[in-house]
């Protein structure tokens, strides 16, 4: 780990949790964070958490929900029928094979 270079692939980034990986920010305070992508699904009146899924690379938020929603759908008896998003999720055009409105 000491002998790690800046432009070096596949680097290591912390001894006890191996699958930590560098997630660039673009913002001027604090350009990049360190650890995992996760998706947290919860209901939207209580705020209740039904759904988490962990991702093992940085992709982007719409292709993220589709797994968060079925993770979240294997919990309920009832599968979710809406989901409120950020504007992070913009680019989702179909989940779990309905089409929503961006």
Not at 9 to 38: R, T
Request: with cysteine; charged share 25%; aromatic share 4%.
């Amino acid at each position: 780990m000491l002998a790690q270079k800046p432009k070096d692939k596949n680097k290591i980034y912390s001894l006890h949790e191996p699958d930590v990986y560098v997630i660039a920010k673009g913002k001027d305070h604090k350009q990049y964070e360190y650890g995992n992508k996760v998706s947290i699904v919860s209901t939207k009146d209580t705020n209740i958490i039904v759904g988490v899924a962990s991702h093992d690379k940085n992709i982007h938020d719409s292709k993220t929900l589709t797994v968060a929603i079925s993770h979240a759908n294997s919990n309920r008896n009832k599968p979710i029928k809406q989901a409120v998003c950020d504007r992070g999720y913009v680019g989702a055009k179909v989940v779990l094979g309905k089409h929503h409105l961006a």
